[in-house]
T-cell receptor, first 115, second 113 residues
């Protein structure tokens, strides 16, 4: 049971390049999330998916697109990377069976630098 | 006003002391509250959650919730150097907001020998 996995771990892009960050979970969770974490800003939600085939914007969606490929996989795409997108990106998932106790589990993160 | 506020620290405590980490939130209808620990360069990991007023204990950790004051805290007893990390408070909004969490910016804790 690997939990939440993310690829790649590190990536350097040039301004204008595109890339896709991959996330997969093996916990049969319903919801998946993409966050970015910047110094002093905390974790900010980019997009989330409450179920296969549905996605919704979070707090900072501009410049990103997502795909919920199936129940296990949720990808984040940067179509034209900008230096402002330099950040650490975390994927998370949650079961969504009890609103009081439901917990989000995080992947190891992707460190992205845009030059 | 931020939705979830934490003092960024660093909070320094000597080994063996009690560390007290605080968090306030703005949405009175918030339902449940989570404390995550994040070591430098690592991902957040859940310590505990609380959704009823009062105290909840788990080993050396105690979460305290006061919904009237919109305040949640985490106490770490017998602090160890391995507790040195950033602690993130997260809040689940009222029903209708999905299962999203809103995170504070975190408090850095340093446990000194």
């Amino acid at each position: 049971n690997a939990g939440v996995t993310q690829t790649p771990k590190f990536q350097v892009l040039k301004t204008g390049q595109s890339m896709t960050l991959q996330c997969a979970q093996d916990m049969n969770h319903n919801s998946m999330y993409w966050y970015r974490q910047d110094p002093g800003m905390g974790l900010r939600l980019i997009y989330y998916s409450a179920s296969e085939g549905t996605t919704d914007k979070g707090e900072v969606p501009n410049g990103y697109n997502v795909s919920r490929l199936n129940k296990r996989e949720f990808s984040l795409r940067l179509e034209s990377a900008a230096p402002s997108q330099t950040s650490v990106y975390f994927c998370a998932s949650s079961a969504d069976r009890d609103r009081d106790t439901d917990t989000q589990y995080f992947g190891p993160g992707t460190r992205l630098t845009v030059l | 006003q931020k939705e979830v506020e934490q003092n960024s620290g660093p909070l320094s405590v000597p080994e063996g002391a009690i560390a007290s980490l605080n968090c306030t939130y703005s949405d009175r209808g918030s339902q449940s509250f989570f404390w995550y620990r994040q070591y430098s360069g690592k991902s957040p990991e859940l310590i505990m959650f609380i959704y009823s007023n009062g105290d909840k204990e788990d080993g050396r950790f105690t979460a305290q919730l006061n919904k009237a004051s919109q305040y949640v805290s985490l106490l770490i007893r017998d602090s160890q150097p391995s507790d040195s990390a950033t602690y993130l408070c997260a809040v689940r909004k009222p029903a209708g907001g999905g299962n999203k969490l809103t995170f504070g910016t975190g408090t850095q804790l340093k446990v000194e020998l």
